[in-house]
């Protein structure tokens, strides 16, 4: 079984907050879009059997064409949602470190786990993606995931069993593809790669 998981296409700047996800939530923007239709190409002899997104508009809008040309629908999971930053979504780095000095520097020292000011830490995703993932394993279907960048880089550091604090090592392009292969024999993830990025 192989799980492909993608970061979402470039979204559209500007002030977009969704109240219920606790987070901005912009649609694609115009380069978004062409990014998300290379796809499209990348996928045409992979046999997927389903595509399933986080419940966000540019992850939705990133599916949208793979889906079309594979004729599967884009199923949401809150599961692939990204971390809850909590009520600093909205602040600024110098606004953050004035107001959570200690959140701040535990944050950027990538030593240990912090929760987010009413938010999650990255255990809680990690607990999401075990969720995900042990189901994934029990359809043993090929999936493409559209999620976001810390979601994908904790999602790394489950899978090769490093500290989640340590996810700043890796970084994920808009678009970018990560392939994983379980496998049964063994009860083990092999890394294929990590953010290939279409040009």
């Known amino acids: 079984m192989k799980v492909y998981i993608v970061r979402h296409g470039d979204n559209e700047s500007g002030e977009y907050f969704n109240t219920v996800l606790n987070h901005q939530d912009p649609p694609l923007s115009n380069d978004g879009i062409r990014k998300a239709k290379k796809l499209v190409d990348y ?6 059997k389903k595509i399933i997104v986080s419940e966000y508009i540019r992850t939705q809008e990133t599916a949208k064409f793979l889906a079309n040309k594979k004729k599967l629908p884009v199923l949401k999971d809150k599961r692939l949602n990204e971390i809850d930053n909590g009520i600093i979504e909205t602040m600024c780095d110098d606004e953050i470190k004035k107001n959570y000095p ?9 030593s240990k786990d912090v929760r987010f000011p009413n938010g999650e830490n990255s255990e809680e995703v990690r607990i999401r993606q075990k969720s995900l993932l042990d189901e994934l394993i ?4 090929d999936v493409v995931l559209i999620s976001h960048e810390g979601y994908i880089r904790l999602l790394i550091c489950h899978l090769i069993n490093l500290p989640l604090y340590k996810r700043n090592l890796f970084h994920v392009d808009l678009c970018g593809i990560s392939e994983f292969e379980y496998k049964q024999n063994n009860n083990s993830w092999k890394v294929i790669r990590i953010n290939e990025v279409l040009v």
């Not at 200690?102 to 990538?110: I, V």
């Not at 029990?138 to 279907?141: I, L, S």
């Open 43 to 48: 996928f045409e002899e992979k046999f997927i």
């Open 102 to 110: 200690e959140f701040f520097k535990d944050f950027f020292s990538y």
């Open 138 to 141: 029990e359809r043993n279907e």
